[in-house]
C-alpha cells in the first residue's frame, strides 16, 4: 500500500485495476477524494481511506452518504481549485445522475475525474447496465482502461482532458479491469494545485443560463474531439489488412488473446478515448481495411457508431458485430467469445472442440452441488430473519428486501423478498403496496442503504401514514462492499459525529420505535409481533455487530472463538435447526441422522441454541 | 522464458483462495514476468464458490483463460476442484485439497457428499496428473487450520510445473504473512511441497 504514494517512477509492480486508479490520480496530484462504495469500485474508496488514515497522505477522503453527494462534493473541491476524482459503481451513476449532467453545463476548475465501474454479467449488482451511454447523454469525455497500466495512465491524463475541456470525465471500467492485478510502472507524482474559488455566474444553472452553458458544452466536446483524434490512447497498430478489428477496454485484452489463440494477424484499433470518438482515424482504419470486426461488451455501443461513421464517410467495407450476432448482447465477454466471432469471420477453427469436452461434463456436473453465497455462520441478520419468520408464522406477508448482504434472506428457508430493486426501494415500493393491500408489509434494509436512500421513503411514510413495518438491520458497517464505516457507527474512521438512527426515525415523525439485539431471539421474535400487529408506520432496529467483521477483528487480536457443539446424546434429529436457521456451520450426518456443527466455519454466536427445542446445542467452553 | 502459463485456484470463500493467488502472482511479477489476476468481490465472496484466474508468462492480456486451456488448477475444497474442472488441459496437472467443506444444500437434501474415489476418477477424464493431498488435515496437525491453503500452495509448487522458484514464493509469503506468522507460514509450506513429493 505504501508504494501508491512513493514517488519511485520507473518502479515495476503489481497492481489491481482500482487501486491503479488510484496510483494514477496521486500522480496527477489529485487533492479530494469521495465515493459511496459498491462493487466492483470499492477498492477505490477503500485506498484512499487507507492512505489518508494509515500512510500519511495528506488529500481529503470521504465516504459520502451516497453516489450524488458524493460527486456534488467532489464537485465542490473543484470549484475550489482542485483536482478531484469521485467513484462509483454503476448503478450508483443513476443515483448521481442528476448533478452528473448538469455538473457538464456548469463546467468545472480543478480536474475532475467520475469513475463508474460496471459489472457486465452483474457478478454483484442488480443489473448490467453499459454506462458508456452516459458519456453520450451528459456529454462527457471518456476514458477505457483495458488494463492496469492503462488505469494509471488514463486516470493521470483524465484530469489534464478534463481542465482543457472544462469538463468532468468519464473513466469507466468494468468488472474484469477493476479486480484484476497487472503489471504498472510506476510515473512521477505531480505537485497538488493551489485553492482558489472563482466566483462564475456560469456555475448557476438557472434557465437563462442554463441555455448559453449547453452551447458552451457543444463547443468543448469539439475541443474533445480534437484530443481524441490525436490522443495516445487511440492507437492503430496495422498488419494484416484483411480484418480489421476495433476494440476498447477489457475487450481488448479479450482479442489479443483470441488472435494468439487462433493464430490470426489482424490490424487493431484500440480506443482508448472512446468518447466523442477519433471519427477521421476510424474512418481512416475502417478504409485501409477489408472487413472490420468490433470486439465489444454489452450494447453495440461503437459498432452503431462506428456503422455511422461508415455512412457518413460512403465506405462499403462490411462491419461485423452484434448486428449479425457474433457477439452477445448480455453478460461479458470472454477468449472464447472473441475466438468464436473470429472463427466465424475468418473461417479459421477454435484449437478445442467444446462439444466433445461438454460431452465429458455431463457426468462430472451429477457431482457438483451449488454453493451460492450465504449469510456468514454468526450474522445477524441470520437471526433477525428468523425471528420475522417467527414472528409472522402462519400470515400472508410481504416482504421488500433491499441492497447488501441482507439480500440473501430471499433464499431458503427465509424466502424474505417480495421485491429487491435499488438502493432504498424495500421501503418505497412498500408505501405502495401497503396502501393497496390488507397484509402485513415490511421492509427490510440495512443501516448504510437506510443512510443512503431509505430515509426520503420514510418520510414518505410518515406523511402519508403507511401501514407497514420498516426493519433496519443495523450491523454497524457497510458490509457487503468490505466493511466501510457506516454514517450510524463509530467503527472504522469517522472525521464528525456518528448518527443514531433511533433518534433519526424519530425526527422522520415516527412514533412506534423499537429497538432489539437480534442475537436475543425470544425478545426479537416478541417486538416483530408487536411492531406488525401495530397500526401507521413502525420501525424495528435490530442491531448487532456484523459477525464477519467482529470475527476478523477477534482473529487479529489472537482472540479465541469459542465453537458451539451438538450433543449427539441429545439431539433427536429433528432437523428444526436446518429447517429454520440453516446457518452454514450446519451438517447433518445422514449415517446418525443427526446434526453436527462444522467447527472450521462456526463462529460461536451460540444463537442456534436458542432455535433447538431439545436443547442439544451448546457452547464448547460450557462442557468443559 | 514461458510465453504462458495459466492458473485457476478455486475453492470456498473465505478459505484463503486469494491469499496464495496474490502469493503467486507476487513471485511471479519478481521471477521478471507479466501477471495478470482476476478475481471477484461483493456478492460472490459470501462463502460462495469462489474461483480466481492466475496467469503468468510473457504474453498475457485477458484476464481469464479459456477452458481446457489452464496448466494448473489448485482446488482448496473438492467440489470446488471438480466444478471447475474444465479449465484444465488433459496433459496439464491438478492439486486438490481432500478437505470437504460440505455445502449446506447437502445438508438440507439430506444428500451424501460424493466419495473421494468418485470424485478423482471424474477429474482423470479431464486430467491424467491428478494429486491430492489432506492439507487442512495437516494445517491442524501444524495448530492452525487457517494455512491449509499455504499447506496446498507447498503442494502445488511441487507438482504444478509452476515457472518460479519455491524460494521466491517463500520470500513473498515472508512479504505477505503478519511477522508473528512467518514460521508457521514458511513450515506449512514445507510440509506441504514435501507431502506430495514423494508421490
Ligand atoms: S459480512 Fe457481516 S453482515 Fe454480511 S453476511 Fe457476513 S456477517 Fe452478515
Ligand atoms: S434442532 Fe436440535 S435436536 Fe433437532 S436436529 Fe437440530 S440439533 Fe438436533
Ligand atoms: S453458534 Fe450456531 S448459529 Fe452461531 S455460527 Fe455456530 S453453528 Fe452457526
Known amino acids: 500500500m505504501k508504494q501508491i504514494l512513493e514517488d519511485d517512477v520507473g518502479k515495476k509492480t503489481l497492481l489491481m485495476g482500482n487501486v491503479a486508479i488510484v496510483r494514477g490520480a496521486i500522480e496527477a496530484g489529485v487533492s479530494f477524494a469521495s465515493t459511496y462504495p459498491g462493487t466492483p469500485a470499492s477498492e477505490i474508496g477503500d485506498t484512499f481511506a487507507a492512505l489518508s488514515s494509515r500512510f500519511g497522505w495528506t488529500g481529503y477522503f470521504e465516504y459520502s452518504t451516497n453516489e450524488a453527494v458524493a460527486l456534488e462534493a467532489a464537485a465542490g473541491a473543484s470549484f475550489a481549485g482542485v483536482r478531484a476524482i469521485c467513484s462509483m459503481k454503476h448503478v450508483g451513476a443513476n443515483v448521481a445522475a442528476d448533478p452528473l449532467f448538469s455538473l457538464a453545463y456548469t463546467g468545472i476548475d480543478g480536474g475532475l475525474v467520475v469513475v463508474s465501474a460496471d459489472d457486465p454479467s452483474c457478478w454483484s449488482s442488480q443489473n448490467e447496465q453499459d454506462n458508456r451511454h452516459y458519456a453520450v447523454h451528459a456529454g462527457l469525455p471518456m476514458l477505457e482502461p483495458s488494463s492496469s497500466q492503462d488505469a494509471v495512465e488514463m486516470t493521470r491524463s483524465a484530469f489534464e482532458i478534463s481542465e482543457k475541456t472544462r469538463e468532468p470525465v468519464l473513466l469507466r471500467t468494468t468488472t474484469r479491469i477493476a479486480h484484476t492485478y497487472g503489471n504498472v510502472v510506476l510515473g512521477p507524482i505531480q505537485e497538488r494545485k493551489t485553492p482558489y474559488f472563482e466566483r462564475r455566474i456560469s456555475r448557476v444553472m438557472v434557465p437563462s443560463n442554463a441555455r448559453p452553458a449547453h452551447l458552451r458544452l457543444l463547443e468543448n466536446l469539439k475541443l474533445a474531439k480534437e484530443l481524441s483524434e490525436n490522443s495516445k490512447f487511440n492507437k492503430t497498430s496495422m498488419s494484416d489488412t484483411e480484418l480489421g478489428i476495433i476494440t476498447s477496454g477489457i475487450s481488448y485484452a479479450y482479442t489479443l488473446d483470441a488472435l494468439r489463440w487462433l493464430d490470426i494477424e489482424a490490424s487493431i484499433l484500440k480506443l482508448g478515448m472512446s468518447y466523442p470518438l477519433p471519427k477521421k482515424m476510424i474512418s481512416n482504419f475502417i478504409e485501409s481495411v477489408e472487413k472490420v470486426l468490433v470486439v465489444e461488451e454489452l450494447d453495440p455501443w461503437l459498432e452503431t457508431q462506428i456503422r455511422a461513421i461508415a455512412q457518413v464517410n460512403a465506405l462499403n467495407t462490411p462491419v461485423y458485430g452484434k448486428e449479425q450476432e457474433l457477439l452477445p448482447l448480455a453478460f461479458e465477454l470472454s477468449t472464447k467469445h472473441v475466438a468464436l466471432a473470429l472463427s466465424k469471420v475468418t473461417g479459421k477453427p477454435l484449437p478445442i472442440d467444446y462439444t466433445m469436452t461438454n460431452e465429458k461434463f455431463e457426468t462430472a456436473k451429477e457431482l457438483l452441488v451449488s454453493r451460492p453465497p450465504q449469510l456468514c455462520a454468526g450474522c445477524p441478520h441470520r437471526a433477525s430473519f428468523y425471528a420475522i419468520k417467527q414472528a409472522t408464522k402462519g400470515q400472508e406477508v410481504y416482504v421488500g428486501n433491499d441492497i447488501g448482504c441482507y439480500a440473501l434472506g430471499i433464499a431458503p428457508p427465509f424466502h424474505l423478498g417480495d421485491w429487491l430493486v435499488c438502493m432504498g426501494a424495500s421501503v418505497g415500493i412498500a408505501c405502495g403496496t401497503a396502501q393497496i393491500v390488507d397484509n402485513p408489509v415490511i421492509a427490510v434494509i440495512g443501516d448504510s442503504t437506510f443512510f443512503h436512500a431509505g430515509i426520503p421513503a420514510l418520510i414518505n411514510a410518515v406523511q402519508n401514514n403507511v401501514n407497514f413495518t420498516l426493519v433496519v438491520l443495523d450491523n454497524l458497517t457497510t458490509a457487503m462492499t468490505g466493511h466501510q464505516p457506516s454514517p450510524g457507527s463509530k467503527l472504522g474512521d469517522m472525521r464528525g459525529t456518528a448518527i443514531k438512527i433511533d433518534e433519526l426515525v424519530r425526527g422522520c415523525g415516527v412514533k412506534d420505535i423499537y429497538k432489539t439485539d437480534p442475537y436475543k431471539l425470544e425478545e426479537t421474535i416478541q417486538i416483530f409481533e408487536d411492531a406488525i400487529k401495530q397500526d401507521g408506520p413502525t420501525v424495528v432496529i435490530a442491531r448487532h455487530v456484523c459477525a464477519l467483521f467482529l470475527d476478523r477483528m477477534k482473529r487479529k487480536k489472537g482472540i479465541k472463538i469459542t465453537h458451539s457443539r451438538v450433543d449427539p446424546e441429545k439431539c433427536e434429529g429433528c432437523r428444526t435447526c436446518i429447517d429454520e436457521f440453516s446457518c452454514v456451520a450446519f451438517v447433518w450426518d445422514t449415517i446418525t441422522n443427526q446434526m453436527m456443527i462444522e467447527e472450521v466455519l462456526c463462529d460461536g454466536c451460540g444463537v442456534c441454541i436458542n432455535v433447538c427445542p431439545c436443547g442439544a446445542i451448546y457452547k464448547e467452553e460450557a462442557k468443559q | ?199
Not at chain 2, 113 to 119: E, G, I, N, R
Not at chain 2, 160 to 166: K, T
Open chain 2, 1 to 199: 522464458m514461458t510465453e504462458e502459463f495459466n492458473v485457476l485456484i478455486a475453492g470456498v470463500g473465505g478459505t484463503g483462495v486469494l491469499t496464495i493467488a496474490h502469493i503467486l502472482g507476487s513471485s511471479a511479477l519478481s521471477t521478471g514476468l507479466q501477471v495478470v489476476q482476476s478475481e471477484l468481490h461483493g456478492m460472490s465472496q459470501r462463502g460462495g464458490s469462489v474461483s480466481t484466474h492466475l496467469r503468468m508468462g510473457t504474453h498475457i492480456y485477458g484476464p481469464t483463460f479459456p477452458e481446457g486451456t489452464g496448466d494448473l488448477l489448485v482446488g482448496m475444497e473438492p467440489i470446488e476442484t471438480i466444478r471447475n474442472i474444465e479449465s484444465v488441459r488433459y496433459t496439464g496437472v491438478v492439486v486438490f485439497n481432500t478437505y470437504e467443506i460440505r455445502p449446506l444444500s447437502l445438508s438440507i437434501l439430506k444428500k451424501d457428499y460424493p466419495s473421494l474415489d468418485l470424485l478423482i476418477q471424474e477429474m482423470k477424464q479431464f486430467c491424467q496428473n491428478v494429486y491430492s493431498i489432506d492439507a487442512t488435515k495437516i494445517a491442524k496437525e501444524l495448530g492452525a487450520p487457517i494455512v491449509a491453503n499455504i499447506v496446498l500452495l507447498g503442494a502445488a509448487m511441487a507438482k504444478g510445473s509452476i515457472p518460479i522458484d519455491s524460494e521466491i514464493v517463500i520470500e513473498e509469503i515472508k512479504n505477505t504473512v503478519p511477522e508473528r506468522f512467518i514460521d508457521l507460514n514458511v513450515q506449512a509450506f514445507k510440509t506441504g511441497f514435501e507431502a506430495v513429493s514423494k508421490l
